[in-house]
């Protein structure tokens, strides 16, 4: 668990469409981690079986990458102490309808394959996602509330 941990949370076609990035947003902001990395992406589907490469197998696989290249996403890095774990538990379970009133998909979706988000689960996926989606690189600064949020 460090200040420094970071994840990769992208807001997925539905949830672009929908209007919900700023929702999604503001959530981990008020949460108090720290944005380091934004894009707008319109993913081809090479670069999706890419960032999907463990699910190929799965016979939803070719579905998933058709719908993930139908539109837009919204690729993120979040900092802070314990950002994969907790951006998970923020997201909420795969399956909306598991997941608790409060978190993301709790409260914004129904459906597993219109669950609106995307979240590492693991700091080496995180790591391996935000050099796949990020390969520019992130923004490092100090941010004025640091010293309000940690001890």
Not at 26 to 55: P, S
Not at 139 to 149: K, R
Request: charged share 25%; hydrophobic share 40%; with cysteine.
């Amino acid at each position: 668990m460090s200040v420094t941990e970071r994840t990769y949370i992208m807001v997925k076609p539905d949830g672009v469409q929908r209007g919900l990035v700023g929702k999604i947003i503001a959530r981990f902001e008020e949460r108090g981690y720290k944005l380091i990395a934004l894009k707008l992406v319109q993913a081809t589907e090479e670069h999706l079986e890419n960032h999907y490469a463990d699910l190929k197998g799965k016979a939803f696989f070719p579905g998933l990458i058709k719908y993930m290249a139908s539109g837009p996403v919204v690729g993120m890095v979040w900092q802070g102490l314990d950002a994969v774990k907790t951006g998970r538990v923020m997201l909420g379970a795969t399956n909306p309808l598991a997941s608790p009133i409060g978190s993301i998909r709790g409260d914004y979706c129904l459906a597993v394959g219109r669950n609106i988000c995307h979240g590492s689960d693991s700091v080496e996926s995180a790591e391996k996602e935000i050099k796949l989606w990020f390969p520019e690189g992130v923004v490092q600064y100090t941010s004025a509330l640091e010293s309000w949020i940690f001890e």
